[in-house]
């Protein structure tokens, strides 16, 4: 019988960074990120019983031959997850809601968006409820930031004592006792480069293990996540932007104190915060950044400051934006199934 499931899965920004990992793709602290709403991945899966795995994949409409090993490793790793990977001629079909010239990257959605729509097809065999924590397994083992991309708002990654439910397995939403301004949080992201990463965060995790701050960032990370946690619950945003730029700020430190040593900050990555912190200086607002494993700047407000922040943004940042180009995204509600 012929099966297809089809999700849009979101991409997300941390907050309290995943940087390091052990085992079987498990991380080395716990991550906390905002899932988000217009950085998608769009995925359909059709299966059909085959004698053997075979897979046919096309990216925004055009086959793309080159992707498949990066599918066929990700298969291999969930096969003990899906027990239909063996028999079946798979069909994916896959876009992205933002240009690839933007260097974002999408492994995050589009694996997370994988992993729904193989869970969906299992249960639509089964006849049996989605498995939300096997979903978040399975988009782990595709890429570690992607297990958190499968819950509305906020997802929490990796064994902490302060949340009950947690696991170094997969992901967990964090819904209770989260203050509503945090539903209403934007990430603006402007990117000052698309130019391919010269260190990717695969290899850049690797080399967390001979950093000589290791032990001391991992201790760190997994009290910024008690900390944010009453932050989340006191809804006070200064706190909250002054941890997640302490967050970003020492990513790329760890970056930079890595043997060998690298930088993915740009020229006008600095610029543009130096520019924040100088308006949030004059004006109080509570504007504040974030980076991921890259140049590009996301910048994380409440909505109830929209107007000036955007009017900031486009009288002093885009001039630092070489394609004048900025992702305007905002807190969401993770995927959503098309068919
Ligand atoms: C800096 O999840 O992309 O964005 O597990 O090797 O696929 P792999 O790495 P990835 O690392 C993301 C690192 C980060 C921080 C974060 O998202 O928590």
């Known amino acids: 019988m012929k099966f297809s499931?089809?999700?849009?899965?979101?991409?997300?920004?941390?907050?309290v960074k995943y940087w390091g990992k052990y085992g079987n793709q498990l991380p080395k602290n716990t991550s906390i990120s905002f899932t988000l709403t217009n950085a998608v991945s769009n995925t359909?899966?059709?299966?059909?019983?085959?004698?053997?795995?075979?897979i046919k994949f096309s990216f925004e409409g055009k086959e793309k031959e080159s992707f498949l090993p990066k599918i066929e490793n990700?298969?291999?790793?969930?096969?003990?997850?899906?027990?239909f990977l063996n028999n079946h001629h798979f069909i994916i079909?896959?876009?992205?809601?933002?240009?690839?010239s933007s260097g974002i990257a999408s492994s995050a959605s589009g694996m997370a968006a994988m992993a729904m729509c193989l869970c969906d097809i299992e249960s639509q065999m089964k006849g049996t409820p989605i498995d939300m924590n096997k979903a978040s397994v399975?988009?782990?083992?595709?890429?570690?930031?992607?297990?958190?991309?499968?819950?509305?708002?906020?997802a929490l990654w990796?064994?902490?004592?302060?949340?009950?439910?947690?696991?170094?397995?997969?992901?967990?939403?964090?819904?209770?006792?989260?203050?509503?301004?945090?539903?209403?949080?934007?990430?603006?992201?402007?990117?000052?480069?698309s130019n391919e990463k010269s260190v990717s965060s695969t290899a850049g995790h690797a080399l967390m293990d001979g950093n000589p701050y290791a032990e001391a960032r991992y201790e760190q990370a997994n009290n910024h996540i008690s900390k944010l946690k009453g932050i989340l619950k006191n809804g006070d945003v200064h706190e909250f932007g002054v941890l997640a730029e302490l967050e970003a700020m020492t990513l790329h430190a760890l970056m930079m104190c890595s043997q060998?040593?690298?930088?993915?900050?740009?020229?006008?990555t600095l610029k543009v915060i130096s520019a924040i912190r100088s308006f949030r200086e004059d004006t109080k607002l509570p504007i504040y950044f974030t980076l991921d494993a890259?140049?590009?700047?996301?910048?994380?407000?409440?909505?109830?400051?929209?107007?000036?922040?955007?009017?900031?943004?486009?009288?002093?940042?885009?001039?630092?934006?070489?394609?004048?180009?900025?992702?305007?995204?905002?807190?969401?509600?993770?995927?959503?199934?098309?068919?």
């Open 5 to 15: 499931a089809q999700y849009t899965c979101p991409s997300n920004i941390a907050i």
């Open 44 to 54: 359909k899966i059709t299966i059909e019983p085959s004698e053997s795995r075979s």
């Open 74 to 83: 990700f298969f291999n790793k969930i096969s003990g997850h899906i027990d």
């Open 93 to 100: 079909e896959s876009s992205n809601s933002f240009p690839h």
């Open 138 to 154: 399975m988009a782990r083992l595709g890429s570690g930031s992607a297990c958190r991309s499968l819950f509305p708002k906020l």
């Open 158 to 193: 990796g064994n902490h004592p302060d949340y009950m439910k947690s696991s170094n397995e997969y992901a967990v939403p964090v819904s209770n006792d989260v203050h509503s301004v945090f539903d209403t949080y934007h990430d603006d992201i402007l990117i000052v480069s």
């Open 260 to 268: 060998p040593s690298y930088v993915l900050l740009e020229p006008n």
């Open 294 to 339: 890259g140049p590009n700047i996301h910048i994380l407000y409440p909505d109830n400051i929209a107007l000036q922040v955007q009017d900031f943004i486009n009288k002093d940042l885009m001039i630092y934006s070489p394609q004048q180009l900025i992702i305007q995204d905002k807190v969401g509600m993770g995927p959503q199934k098309i068919g």
